[in-house]
């Protein structure tokens, strides 16, 4: 696994340099039984939509932020809310399942 930081938000040709380490390790340090592996671009902020459209989970990289400030907290639960509606969505869980 690979992990760059980057100070500001994220760049296209973030994705390059990103994709030149991973052939690198794929090339270099892999060993015949581990998978290809994978990216993760840390930025202090990105545009989501072209994070979208640059279809960097192909490639094996992803792309989050970080923040220098914790946002209020009715942020922060929203966020975690929404988080675990998708989580749920994926696997198909619809919460009125009973054990």
């Known amino acids: 696994m690979l992990i ?3 100070l500001g938000e994220f760049e296209p ?25 994978i990216a993760l671009i840390l ?3 990105k ?12 490639d094996n ?4 932020e970080y923040w220098l400030q914790l946002p209020p907290k009715d942020l922060i639960e929203a966020k975690l809310r929404l988080a675990i509606e998708q989580a749920q969505a994926r696997i ?3 919460g009125s399942e009973e054990s």
């Open 43 to 45: 930025c202090g902020g």
């Open 47 to 58: 545009d989501a939509e072209l994070v979208e459209l640059m279809d960097l989970e192909r």
């Open 13 to 37: 040709e973030h994705k390059g340099q990103v994709e030149l380490y991973l052939k690198w390790l794929s090339k270099y340090e892999k060993e015949d039984w581990e998978e290809e592996p």
């Open 4 to 6: 760059e930081l980057k």
């Open 61 to 64: 990289i992803h792309v989050a």
């Open 92 to 94: 198909g869980f619809s």
